[in-house]
């Protein structure tokens, strides 16, 4: 893909996302073709990443490692079930990911924990994601006597409407009560800490608002570096 | 500010729009605090000042235009202030005369320019803002902050988060906050002046008249002749004074026939007892004036006016005497306690947990059951602790709570039994200890709250505490209760806590902090399982998203911790934990928020070093925040830090002095440390000179505290200067910015420059001023500055080369090393015998002079145009200066509105005046018209400088006419008339120069028209 051709996709694409300008989503795009450059096509045409790529992805760039999180990631970044996640939905998706408000992000996180995407979090799925987070006890007969209990607990601080089960209004409500609870069931938003790089960042003179700017302008300055580099290395070979 | 004004001021009773504040000490001093407030409310809190009020706090003011300097519009007698709104409208506003102003950075200012007049200032404001926070945050904020002040602010915060959290929101809502934390401290501050006050009411008197008619008559054996009332009539408050008179605090009136003396006329009022011009009966107008000094009550007057009474009532049961005492303190106790309860109500939404400690029940003779006895060992132990914490207060206290541990002794067979016992209540089974229904349990309907114990004022109230402990177990009698449904719901918390990932953490965290912690159920769960020292650990590990949840839970926790040997430390686990969160402000606010200021206080107090580090280590770090050492200061802290100067651990003094060392910026710390013999421990700690951390904090100490020359004082009787001095060579720079602070301050008692450099400490300085440290270059210049107004200091700085090394530092591209530098050349200057050769030797140095002529900061421009001032009184110097055009420099300067820059200024343009043309070209440049502004400042220096400047310049033609136009001689006029003769003559000169070139146009007019 030439630079003319990503710059006006990013123009284009610029237009239909929040969060990120033209220049970044014209990162984000080169970023996207390197990823889809690695990935192994083995001879067919994809038009987006893989389910395998993905994850991976998810592990060394975003510190996300839990595997019942990142699947179910995958699973809310390919919003058109093709089991790929396009150009468009790669980059939609970071707009939350990274930049996302907190409406947005709660949005996000009930897609994730949804398993079954029937708009409720019902204590099934609860089991399911809360499941070995706790460290069995030997002389317990139920082992996941400990995990029920705890379900029991969130739902009595969680479930407003008594249904036995959180509605998004549920998990709307809890969380902006208590901004932890937004990632209740497991991490599925990066975890910043891995990727930003503070001192890094406080020598770049970028106006930066928050965290979640920092880790992306981190990741645009080490994918800009590696880009210019190859950019000018081609000029020079000319 | 809300509750303090609505409920504690004492407004005159006139109708509400015209209510005048009653000019009573309580108001006075309220009055001082809210000015103090707003005062430092813009350096305190400076995001906050900038926000704008809904309305204009509007008011009559004393101000005028001219007291109006910096930053300001001025046409005619209004004024507006250069900083608006987003809309464009000026944050102040003068009409004369209302002013209208709209954030408290603007009021802070304000506050500022009236100088004497800031008490009426506020009174005005409040006077005529009735509802002054209505008009700051808007209607709902303050109804909240006055009717729902029982919430806590808390509960607003969450509101506002639901309505979404604006950045207009966040700043309200600390304003809020901050306005709550000032009321509470002023009604603090008017506790403690009513507790000192008398105040009489109605009843009191009554008694202690009836008491005293009993005794009259009956010859030369009664106290009195006779005693009545000037009216029968009493009003239904029990008033018998006139309507009118009621409303001054008068009482009633007596009349008073001694045995030995004539009648006595007396006034009984709110305020005391004193003798009046003679009122016989109702309806007298004159006579109310007060004609003695006021007695607490009616006793003391009698004694002190009738030698007969005096004698008398010795003789007699002083039943009398102690009868009405004991009234009146009843009295005075009765208001404290309406206050006490006014605001806890309004500050306590839950029972503090100095309080839950002192719920707990004592131990029971009857029941010695396993279970009995574990408890009761807990109590033992806890009131040996508390008896160690409560130091402050009577030996008498301490002695009673040591008869208690001793009753326990004979339970408390050893420490192996005491574990055990613990062991095995904690292996038991659910179901066994619902089963064994053993007293002692205290349920939680037994938490005791007290109007004694506030938050506010824990070390106070610790008496308070003792008695009600001791009074416990006959106010109680035994409850057979079991443990309650909390204690094994946050067993099961814990038990996930230590077992759970980081999401179950936040789950668990989340439920922990829905129970009240406070409870003794509750705190009793989290002793049992060690909670405390999961948290803590949690606290360690890298949980940052959790770090906030856990300070919040922390400080609750920690104030039960000293209850047992194994819980102090526990305690001294999360004074450390605390600790090590203190290094990031994101903490240092959590921490303070969730009540830990005090906390650390308490435990401050402590006489364990292993505590005392990681609490004073805490503090020290916090200290880099104001409002800390605000706080610092106020809970009586720094009695606690200058004590553990003189501890023997090397960490805990340095921990103290760094401590020290950031508070003493504030005058009343400094003071303080004084007080509490601070300073000779501080001198002492500089022998330990191998220990550089220690040295660093304990000469940083007294640098700050020399800031006062009191404390200078202080110190040259400790030697403290030599030692100083010797300081000076081979040590980091750490201590050297310090030593060389300390002793530019010292440096400024004449006395002790002669002492600097008899110890031989100039060389060394002068070496100092090659460092490359910009901190210790701003220190050095102003020590060698401070040291070369002496002329054989001088001597010796010349001959070192000192004066080419300040010159050099002008280069330095630290603003404040140039000024600094600037201020010490003026010295120099000043002070050396060819100070204007060597100026011309240096290379380039008077282009760079001239050349910083451009800075942006006023104190570079200040210190450059003084320092410009200085050199220039060499000729020759003045010759190249303008060569290198710093006519048009400093004219272009003329526009400021700093005073300080004004006064420097025109002291260099008198100066340059003197060479050549230089009069005519700043006329050119224009620097005549706004200096004549400058006649309008209230600043005795800059009028000074400036009529100089102006009789300088008044030499040409040209300029006489700009200022005559300008309008300059009516305040030359007036300043003609001022003490000062230089300003005098200076102004002379000029209106002469004026009036001259007035007569030589009129002659040579008179001239070419007789021609």
New interface residues.
């Given amino acids: 893909m030439n630079k003319r051709t990503t710059q006006t996709l990013a123009e284009n694409i610029s237009k239909q996302v929040e969060h990120f300008s033209k220049k970044e989503v014209e990162c984000l795009i080169r970023e996207f073709n390197v990823l889809m450059a690695e990935q192994n096509n083995s001879g067919r045409a994809v038009h987006g990443l893989d389910r395998g790529k993905f994850i991976s992805t998810l592990h060394s760039i975003f510190g996300l490692t839990d595997d019942r999180m990142t699947g179910r990631v995958f699973r809310t970044f390919d919003k058109d079930n093709d089991s790929v996640v396009s150009m468009k939905e790669w980059i939609d998706g970071l707009s939350v990911f990274l930049r996302g408000t907190l409406d947005e992000k709660i949005k996000y996180c009930f897609t994730v924990y949804d398993l079954n995407g029937d708009n409720a979090i019902s204590r099934e799925e609860m089991l399911h994601m809360l499941k070995g987070r706790l460290i069995r006890q030997p002389n317990e007969e139920d082992p996941d006597e400990g995990i029920k209990d705890l379900v029991e607990i969130i739902l009595k601080k969680m479930d407003y409407d008594h249904d036995g089960k959180l509605s998004f209004e549920d998990f709307e409500k809890a969380v902006k009560d208590e901004n932890l609870l937004l990632e209740a069931f497991g991490t599925c938003l990066p975890d910043f800490r891995v990727i930003c790089n503070e001192k890094l960042l406080s020598s770049l003179n970028f106006p930066i608002k928050n965290s979640q700017s920092y880790s992306l302008l981190f990741l645009f300055f080490q994918r800009i570096e590696m880009f210019e580099g190859r950019v000018f290395q081609e000029q020079m070979e000319q | 500010m809300g509750i303090s004004l609505t409920r504690a001021a004492q407004w005159t009773m006139v109708s509400s729009s015209t209510a005048k504040l009653v000019s009573t000490p309580m108001n006075e001093s309220l009055l001082k605090e809210i000015l103090h407030f707003v005062e430092h409310f813009r350096s305190q809190y400076p995001q906050e000042a900038e926000h704008v009020f809904e309305e204009p706090l509007q008011w009559s003011t004393t101000l005028v235009a001219s007291d109006f300097k910096t930053d300001y519009d001025i046409s005619d007698s209004d004024v507006q202030s250069h900083e608006r709104d987003s809309e464009g409208h000026p944050l102040l506003q003068l009409s004369p005369p209302t002013v209208y102003v709209r954030s408290f950075s603007q009021l802070s200012k304000l506050l500022h320019l009236a100088h004497d007049k800031k008490l009426a200032e506020v009174r005005a404001c409040l006077e005529e803002n009735r509802e002054p926070l209505v008009k700051i945050l808007g209607r709902s904020f303050a109804s909240d902050l006055v009717i729902e002040a029982h919430d806590d602010a808390v509960s607003v915060v ?1 509101r506002t ?2 309505e979404g959290l604006s950045k207009d929101l966040e700043v309200k809502v600390k304003l809020f906050q901050l306005f709550q934390d000032m009321d509470k401290q002023i009604l603090d501050t008017l506790l403690k002046d009513i507790s000192e006050q008398v105040r009489l009411n109605p009843k009191a008197v009554k008694n202690e008249v009836e008491i005293l008619q009993v005794f009259c008559g009956g010859g030369d054996k009664g106290l009195l002749k006779s005693l009545r009332y000037t009216s029968d009539f009493e009003f239904s408050n029990g008033y018998r004074a006139p309507l009118w008179r009621q409303v001054q605090g008068d009482i009633c009136y007596l009349v008073i026939e001694p045995c030995d003396t004539e009648t006595l006329h007396i006034t009984c009022s709110t305020a005391g007892i004193f003798l009046n011009g003679g009122i016989k009966q109702e309806g007298e107008e004159n006579g109310y004036e007060q004609t003695s000094d006021t007695y607490e009550d009616l006793v003391t007057l009698l004694k002190s006016r009738s030698p007969h009474f005096a004698e008398k009532i010795n003789q007699q049961d002083s039943a009398v005497q102690e009868l009405s005492t004991k009234k009146e303190k009843t009295v005075n106790e009765q208001l404290q306690l309406e206050l006490h309860t006014t605001r806890r109500n309004i500050y306590e939404p839950r029972p503090s947990g100095i309080l839950s400690t002192c719920g707990k029940t004592e131990e029971n003779k009857g029941h010695k059951s396993s279970e009995e006895e574990k408890k009761s060992l807990r109590q033992g132990a806890k009131s040996k602790i508390k008896a160690e914490f409560s130091a402050s207060s009577s030996p008498g206290h301490m002695s009673s709570q040591k008869r208690k541990t001793e009753e326990n002794k004979t339970l408390k067979s050893s420490e192996d039994e005491h574990k055990n016992l613990r062991q095995r209540a904690k292996s038991k089974t659910k179901a066994e200890l619902s089963a064994s229904s053993s007293p002692g349990h205290v349920s939680s309907q037994k938490l005791k709250t007290s109007a004694g114990a506030l938050p506010g004022e824990p070390f106070s109230e610790s008496s308070t505490e003792s008695e009600e402990e001791e009074e416990q177990p006959y106010r109680h009698p035994e409850t057979n209760t079991d443990l309650p449904s909390e204690y094994w719901q946050i067993q ?2 814990v ?2 806590l230590k ?6 953490t ?6 922990m902090m ?1 129970f009240n912690l406070m409870q003794e159920s509750c705190q009793m769960a989290i002793q049992d399982t060690g909670a405390l020292k999961v948290l803590l650990n949690l606290l360690d590990t ?1 949980e ?3 770090e906030v ?1 856990l300070l919040d839970c922390l400080p609750n926790l920690a104030s039960l911790t000293p209850s047992q040997e194994e819980d102090i430390e526990v305690a001294c686990c999360g004074a450390l934990a605390l600790w090590s969160c203190s290094r990031s402000t994101k903490n240092k606010k959590a921490i303070r928020k969730a009540g830990g200021i005090p906390l650390l206080g308490r435990l401050l107090k402590s006489p364990l070093q292993k505590m005392l580090i990681p609490v004073v280590g805490t503090l020290q770090e916090c200290a880099s925040e104001e409002s800390y050492r605000t706080d610092i200061q106020t809970l009586g802290m720094i009695k606690d830090l200058v004590r553990n100067l003189s501890s023997d651990n090397d960490e805990l003094q340095m921990h103290c002095a760094s401590a020290i060392f950031k508070c003493a910026e504030d005058k009343q710390t400094r003071d303080l440390v004084r007080k509490y013999k601070g300073l000779q421990p501080l001198v002492s700690l500089l022998h330990k000179a191998d220990n550089k951390q220690l040295l660093a904090a304990a000469t940083g100490a007294i640098w700050k505290c020399s800031i006062s020359q009191e404390n200078v004082t202080k110190f040259q009787e400790y030697k403290a200067l030599e030692i100083l001095v010797s300081l000076l060579t081979d040590q980091p720079e750490e201590v050297l910015v310090n030593v060389v602070g300390a002793l530019g301050e010292f440096a400024q008692i004449p006395a002790n420059k002669a002492a600097i450099r008899e110890f031989g400490g100039i060389k060394p300085l002068v070496k100092l001023l090659t460092s490359p440290n910009q901190a210790l270059l701003v220190n050095v210049t102003k020590a060698v500055g401070a040291c070369a107004t002496n002329k054989d200091n001088m001597v010796i700085i010349d001959q070192l080369d000192g004066i080419r090394l300040v010159w050099s530092l002008l280069k330095n591209p630290s603003a404040d090393v140039q000024s600094s530098a600037a201020w010490a050349l003026c010295a120099c200057t000043e002070n050396a015998e060819d100070a204007g050769e060597t100026a011309r030797s240096l290379i380039g140095g008077f282009q760079l002079i001239v050349k910083l002529l451009s800075s942006t900061n006023n104190e570079v421009l200040a210190s450059i145009c003084a320092a410009i001032c200085k050199i220039a009184k060499d000729e020759e110097n003045l010759a190249i200066l303008t060569d290198f055009g710093v006519v048009p420099s400093l004219a272009k300067l003329t526009n400021t509105t700093d005073d300080r820059l004004r006064h420097h200024l025109a002291d260099a343009i008198a100066q340059c005046c003197m060479w050549g043309s230089n009069r005519a070209s700043f006329g050119e440049a224009g620097a005549v018209a706004p200096l004549v502004r400058y006649l309008k400042s209230k600043e005795g220096s800059v009028q000074r400088s400036t009529a100089m400047a102006l009789y300088q310049l008044s030499r040409n033609p040209n300029n006489c006419i700009t200022m005559h136009e300008k309008e300059v001689v009516q305040p030359l006029i007036h300043m003609m008339g001022s003490d000062d003769e230089e300003l005098q003559e200076a102004a002379a000169g000029c209106v002469r120069s004026i009036r001259l070139l007035y007569m030589a146009n009129r002659n040579a007019e008179l001239f070419t028209f007789r021609n």
């Avoid at chain 2, 077992?499 to 179950?504: L, M």
């Avoid at chain 2, 936040?506 to 439920?511: F, K, N, R």
């Fill in positions: 969450d988060k639901e099961k918390l038990k996930y077992d759970g990932d980081q999401i179950v936040v789950h668990t965290l989340c439920a829905d890298d940052h998203k959790c949840k």
